[in-house]
């Protein structure tokens, strides 16, 4: 039951607490509203107003002109395209390997582990990493994107507390019953994970579709970009209708506004997800991350 601070001096405490939490609350979604709102507003109110919150005239150009393009169209199927796959390989890369792992009687498993905790301390480094990439032939490809990444170390060894903590009597019944280790896993371990299962899955999502520095080293091709680089190009580019590629050569789109509308329209799906997840998030991430 929680307990109401009655005292003056709990009050003022309270009130601080709220004045803080409101502040920090502001800090980090006015930039995006204004964000959105000068997508909505024409490149003279944009010039003649520093800081708004709601456009005097709401104006879509800049969607309509950006959707138009091949270009933004291709790079976000791309996107949506190695995030989907990428969430699936590393998942299932990250998961199989943490099953075994929470095995107290897998030979090796300490070493194994002493070794994924090392690369969490250190790590080769972008150029080592980029040697690698180029040696296996991966660069100008998706897999360049996905397979340096597959596994987090860190997400490994939360994935194999929360293993470690299912009950064996399950899965002692089901090797009984005649199931192999993969049948156990699959049919067993999967089906009580989902919600770290989730939780990890977002978690990676997130990170391939935020991912700017992996197309930048490894993609060479313009027609591979993902979202992240087209945003990039709208953002530095000072020739908008080369980079978007220009349907009407006497139509100038809008430029400030294109690139807040690039921004909202590299954002929002990944907002999307949030909502459906948001319940796995707190049970996801805690258990498993106390026991080791």
Not at 49 to 69: C, H, K, N
Not at 163 to 191: H, K, M, T
Not at 259 to 277: D, G, N
Request: with cysteine.
């Amino acid at each position: 039951m929680a307990v109401k601070n009655n005292t003056p001096a709990g009050r003022v405490f309270d009130a601080v607490n709220v004045a803080v939490l409101v502040a920090l609350a502001a800090i980090t979604l006015l930039p995006f509203v204004y964000v959105v709102a000068g997508s909505l507003a024409g490149e003279a109110e944009i010039a003649t107003r520093s800081f708004f919150l709601w456009p005097r005239e709401v104006v879509a150009g800049a969607y309509d002109y950006i959707f138009s393009t091949d270009t933004f169209v291709r790079s976000l199927v791309v996107t949506v395209c190695v995030t989907l796959v990428g969430v699936l390989v590393q998942v299932m890369a990250t998961f199989t390997m943490a099953y075994p792992l929470s095995r107290r009687s897998l030979p090796g498993r300490v070493l194994i582990l002493n070794l994924v905790v090392f690369t969490m301390v250190f790590g080769g480094g972008m150029i080592p990493t980029f040697l690698v990439v180029r040696e296996l032939g991966l660069l100008d490809s998706y897999w360049a994107l996905i397979l340096p990444l597959a596994i987090n170390p860190f997400y490994l060894i939360i994935v194999k507390n929360f293993f470690q903590e299912l009950p064996e009597e399950l899965q002692e019944a089901a090797r009984i019953d005649g199931c192999s280790e993969i049948g156990v896993f699959f049919r067993i371990v999967l089906p009580l994970s989902k919600p770290i299962l989730a939780t990890f899955a977002l978690f990676y999502a997130v990170a391939i579709w935020n991912d700017f520095m992996s197309p930048l080293l490894y993609l060479s091709d313009p027609d591979k970009w993902t979202l992240q680089m087209f945003v990039r190009q709208v953002t530095v580019s000072s020739d908008l209708a080369n980079t978007l590629g220009q349907l009407d050569p006497n139509y100038i789109p809008p430029e400030q506004g294109l690139k807040f509308a690039t921004i909202v329209v590299a954002t929002i799906p990944i907002l999307i997800v949030y909502p459906f997840l948001q319940k796995h998030f707190a049970k996801g991430i805690l258990i498993g991350s106390v026991k080791g």
